[in-house]
C-alpha cells in the first residue's frame, strides 16, 4: 500500500433498525490496529455484506416489514473512501423470505441472495449507477436430509458465483446438496444445472473457490467437516476428493461451523469453529487440492460466525458474535498459523466482516 491508500474494514451486524447496524473501520496495516470512522443505523439486520472496491459500493442484506411480515431486502451504499463514511443510495425488496447471504458476479450486473428461512435463492439486478434493482428471479428449493430439526425442510445458506461467471452454486444445509445454477446473463435467469451430494447430516453452509479454479471447499455446519471438491469448470460440477473434520481429536462438546476461506496465494484454508471458538488451519496441497492439519487458533471470544483475509492475506479478522468483538490476527504466510495482534474492538453482534485497499486521493 501507498500513503494514497488505506484499508477500510465494514462489519454487518444483527441489530434493530434503530441500532447500529454497520460499521467502518480503518485499518492500520503495519499493526492492525482499527479505528472506526462510521457507523450506519436504519437497516434491520444487516447482517451479511458484499464490497465493491472498485466501484466504492457497500450492498447489505436487510428485512422489510409488509403486513406483519418479515421478506427480503437490500440495501445500496456510496462509500466515502477519504473520508470513510457510508451513505445509503437506495433499498429494494429481494425474495418473500428473510436472507442470511449476498453475493456480487463478476460482471457487476447482478447479486445473488439466499434465504435459509424460506428456502429460496433470488437474482437481483444492478443499475448502472450500483443501485439495487428489482428481483429477476427466484428458485424454491424442496427436500431434506436425515437431521430431523435442522434438516427437516431445504435451508439454502449462500451463493457463490464460479469463477469464469457462469454458474451460482448454492450449499443447502436442509438438502445436504450444493445446488449448481447455471447463469443466463441475457435472460436474467438462474437454470437449474445440477446437484452434488455431500454426506448425510453435515449441512453445508459456505463455499470457496481456490484461487486457482480447480478446487472448491464447503464447510459443513452440522457435522463440523469441510468437503474438499475437485471443480471441472467446463462442465460446471464438483467432484468429491475428502472429507476432514474442522475440530481437534478428542473434542467433545458442541460445536457447529461458519465461515471458509482460501488464502489469497491459495497455500491455506481458513474456517470457523463455533463452540470450540477457533480458527482451524490447513495446508492445501496444490497438485491434488488436498488438506493437511496445521492448527486450530482460539478467536479470543464466543462464536465466530465470520472472519475475512485482508487482500494480501496478512491478517485475518474473526467476527465473535456472542462476545461482541471483532479480533485481529496476523497470518504467518510461511506456516499460515495465526498470531494475535493485540488489536481488538468492539461491535455489536458482528456476524460479517470485508476489507478492501481504498484510493484516497
Given at each position: 500500500?501507498?500513503?494514497k ?9 444483527y441489530a ?7 460499521y ?18 436504519g437497516?434491520?439486520n444487516?447482517s451479511f ?8 459500493r457497500l450492498y447489505?442484506?436487510?428485512e ?29 425488496g ?7 447471504h449476498i ?13 435459509y ?20 428471479d ?9 437431521h430431523p430439526?435442522?434438516q427437516?425442510?431445504?435451508h ?21 446438496r ?27 453452509r ?23 471438491f475437485r ?8 467432484q468429491t ?27 491455506y ?26 492448527e ?7 462464536h ?14 474473526a467476527?465473535?458474535r ?8 496476523r ?26 485497499v481504498f484510493?484516497?486521493?
Amino acid at each position: 500500500m501507498t500513503d494514497k491508500q488505506k484499508m477500510l474494514v465494514f462489519v454487518g451486524s444483527y441489530a434493530e433498525a434503530a441500532d447500529s447496524g454497520v460499521y467502518v473501520y480503518d485499518m492500520d496495516v503495519e499493526t492492525g490496529g482499527l479505528t472506526e470512522l462510521d457507523r450506519v443505523s436504519g437497516v434491520q439486520n444487516p447482517s451479511f455484506l458484499n464490497l465493491d472496491a472498485a466501484k466504492n459500493r457497500l450492498y447489505a442484506i436487510g428485512e422489510r416489514l409488509e403486513d406483519g411480515r418479515r421478506f427480503g431486502a437490500a440495501v445500496s451504499f456510496a462509500i466515502d473512501s477519504v473520508q470513510g463514511k457510508l451513505r445509503e443510495l437506495n433499498r429494494a425488496g429481494t425474495v418473500e423470505t428473510t436472507t442470511c447471504h449476498i453475493q456480487r458476479d463478476a460482471g457487476d450486473r447482478f447479486l445473488v441472495v439466499a434465504s435459509y428461512s424460506g428456502g429460496q435463492v433470488g437474482l437481483v439486478e444492478i443499475g448502472a449507477d450500483g443501485t439495487i434493482g428489482k428481483l429477476l428471479d427466484a428458485k424454491q428449493h424442496e427436500g431434506g436430509s436425515v437431521h430431523p430439526e435442522r434438516q427437516d425442510r431445504p435451508h439454502p445458506h449462500s451463493a457463490f458465483f464460479s469463477p469464469d461467471n457462469r454458474y451460482v452454486f448454492v450449499p443447502d444445509l436442509g438438502m445436504d446438496r450444493i445446488r449448481a445454477y447455471r447463469l443466463n446473463s441475457e435472460a436474467g435467469k438462474l437454470e437449474f444445472h445440477g446437484d452434488t451430494a455431500v454426506q448425510p447430516g453435515a449441512g453445508p453452509r459456505h463455499l470457496a473457490f481456490h484461487p486457482s479454479g480447480a478446487y472448491a471447499y464447503v464447510i459443513n455446519e452440522l457435522d463440523s467437516t469441510i468437503t474438499s471438491f475437485r471443480y471441472d469448470a467446463a462442465a460446471g460440477t464438483l467432484q468429491t476428493l475428502e472429507v476432514l473434520s474442522t475440530l481437534p481429536s478428542g473434542f467433545e462438546g458442541e460445536n457447529a461451523t461458519a465461515e471458509v476461506q482460501v488464502s489469497p496465494d491459495g497455500n491455506y484454508l481458513y474456517g470457523s469453529n463455533r463452540g470450540h471458538d477457533s480458527i482451524v488451519v490447513y495446508a492445501i496441497d496444490a497438485d491434488t487440492g488436498k488438506l493437511t492439519l496445521v492448527e486450530h487458533t482460539s478467536t479470543r471470544g464466543g462464536h465466530p460466525r465470520h472472519f475475512s483475509l485482508s487482500p494480501e492475506g496478512d491478517f485475518l479478522l474473526a467476527a465473535n458474535r456472542d462476545s461482541d468483538n471483532i479480533v485481529v490476527f496476523r497470518v504467518d504466510k510461511e506456516t499460515g498459523k495465526l498470531v494475535y495482534t493485540g488489536n481488538t474492538v468492539q461491535a455489536s453482534k458482528p456476524v460479517c466482516v470485508k476489507m478492501a485497499v481504498f484510493s484516497v486521493r
